[in-house]
């Protein structure tokens, strides 16, 4: 806690705003709802994502779709989430954090209405590419939010508040399947076939409520506007949001800009500095993404296509799955990870991941109790995924760069991962139809690589006072150069 009793904290250069915030963090409860706002974007893209997987086989018979049309249908989310990663992740270092944050949530809202009515497969693929360049949009900006609104270290760390995303993701789908339950078991059964344009429907009335709050409640980042040269503006938010004792020091260097928000600075993400980072980040994306899209949101289809179960055991299981066991495993991560660390909970979380797709592609088509064993494996996956490569995928982007590349480093990795998940997305239910139960012996190499990646690579995000070392690097730059 600050001294309120002593000299407020004088602030003369981006510098003393990331040290600062850093050491205390945050002191008021306004910050906790600057959280909860950030948090509920993650809410809004786990259940627009995972909206269509229940009801994915009613629109391929209603549509009559082969297997490629709905995997499109699925993966154009993802096609969209990609572009608005990518541009996202740019425009957020570039623009700032609160105008993008206010701007994504209206692609949610028009995206949800417009799958909802879709009259057809084109109609319903485009308004699912909509809705991905909202997500695309949302998550680097959500990312910044909860490392820059948190303190390095302790209680309430960024570390914490950024694996805070993996409960909240699997809380937003577990909802989404108690939504699809309560329609199922409302609409009378001739009915049916509209379930999946309710719940992609209902999806634009919290995406409005959040819409309304962050109006309300949301102010720009402190550390955004310090590298922008606005250190007065920095100074406002610390006291209004953070309650902190801060004030402008007269000879503060106001004006003085950090190059932010151009697509040069992916470039800068493999540089001798950050490459092994970033190669360690992108694993942790790429090979807990593969089985994840495959897994999690194939549920519906392993339930009922291979596991030949009922729609009712359908809804049901996947619904204990992931609000279960998903967000069981997403709390473990808050509450382990500045123990534990990021690394050790991901190569964990793939070792595990890997020994339960070998049981499933063991066990086969399961029969009698076997189903049992089978729906353990399914959850021993997602409780795995929520509380290591999952939850950590966003601690390695989110915390490996300093405040000037965080959104272009989450964007750029959040693109690279959603192009492996349209993948997963096309092709698992032409493999599944074509391999049947065989196909997650396929699956299981993901988190193999994972594993194998992650132990020869040992840095780890948590904890790491990346802007620190930022500022010590330009402080060295302009010696080096008097020396030369």
Same mark, same amino acid.
């Given at each position: ?49 995972? +909206? ?23 993966? $154009? ?20 954090? &609160? ?48 490392? *820059? ?63 309304? $709050? ?19 503006? !920095?100074?406002?938010?610390?006291? +209004? ?5 801060? !004030? ?25 500095? &950050? ?21 999690? &949101? ?17 809804? /049901?299981?996947?619904?204990?799955? @992931? ?7 997403? %709390? ?38 076997? /189903? /049992? ?10 409780? $795995? ?10 601690? &390695? ?15 750029? @990795? ?42 020869? %690579? ?24 008097? *020396?030369?």
């Amino acid at each position: 806690m600050t001294d309120r009793t002593s000299a407020p904290h004088l602030i003369r250069s981006a510098d003393d705003v990331h040290a600062l915030l850093a050491r205390f963090g945050s002191q008021s409860r306004r910050t906790r709802g600057v959280i909860l706002l950030a948090l509920g974007g993650i809410f809004m893209d786990a259940y627009d994502f995972s +909206s269509l997987a229940f009801g994915i086989t009613a629109i391929k018979e209603q549509f009559g779709l082969d297997g490629f049309t709905t995997g499109l249908v699925n993966a $154009a989310i993802m096609i969209g989430a990609v572009v608005g990663a990518l541009a996202g992740g740019v425009l957020v270092d570039r623009f700032g954090r &609160y105008k993008l944050f206010m701007a994504d949530m209206v692609f949610f809202v028009v995206a949800a209405i417009g799958c909802a009515l879709a009259p057809n497969a084109a109609v319903l693929i485009a308004f699912r590419f909509v809705m991905g360049l909202g997500v695309g949009l949302d998550l680097p900006v959500a990312m910044a939010f909860l490392a *820059e609104f948190s303190k390095l270290a302790g209680r309430g760390s960024r570390s914490q508040r950024v694996n805070a995303w993996s409960p909240a993701w699997y809380i937003a789908t577990g909802f989404g399947y108690l939504v699809v339950l309560a329609v199922f078991l409302l609409l009378p059964h001739d009915q049916h076939t509209i379930l999946w344009r309710i719940v992609v429907g209902f999806g634009a009335v919290p995406a409005l409520a959040v819409l309304i $709050a962050r109006r309300r409640y949301l102010a720009e980042s402190p550390q955004w506007l310090a590298d922008q040269g606005d250190l007065r503006g !920095a100074v406002d938010v610390m006291r +209004s949001h953070h309650g902190l004792d801060v !004030a402008l020091a007269p000879d503060a260097r106001t004006g003085a800009r950090r190059d932010t928000g151009h697509w040069r600075n992916i470039a800068e993400l493999f540089s001798r500095r &950050y490459r092994l980072r970033t190669i360690a980040t992108l694993s942790v994306s790429v090979f807990s993404t593969i089985g994840y899209n495959a897994v999690a &949101y194939g549920t519906p289809l392993i339930i009922s296509l291979l596991f030949l179960q009922s729609e009712m055991v359908t809804i /049901v299981s996947a619904l204990v799955i @992931n609000l279960g066991f998903g967000a069981a495993g997403g %709390i473990l991560s808050v509450v382990a990870v500045n123990r534990v660390g990021a690394r050790r909970l991901t190569l964990i979380g793939f070792a595990v991941q890997t020994a339960s797709l070998g049981c499933l592609a063991l066990v086969g088509v399961p029969t009698s109790a076997v /189903v /049992v064993v089978a729906l353990a494996m399914l959850a021993a996956f997602v409780f $795995a995924q929520s509380f290591g490569p999952g939850a950590n995928l966003m601690s &390695y982007a989110t915390l490996s760069y300093p405040t000037r590349l965080r959104g272009v480093g989450v964007g750029f @990795n959040q693109a690279v991962q959603r192009t492996f998940s349209i993948l997963s997305l096309l092709f698992f239910p032409v493999l599944t139809a074509a391999l049947s139960t065989n196909v997650f012996w396929l699956l299981a190499c993901a988190p193999l690589a994972g594993v194998i990646a992650i132990a020869a %690579i040992r840095w780890d995000p948590t904890g790491k006072d990346v802007d620190g070392e930022d500022a010590a690097a330009g402080r060295a730059a302009p010696a080096l150069v008097r *020396e030369a």
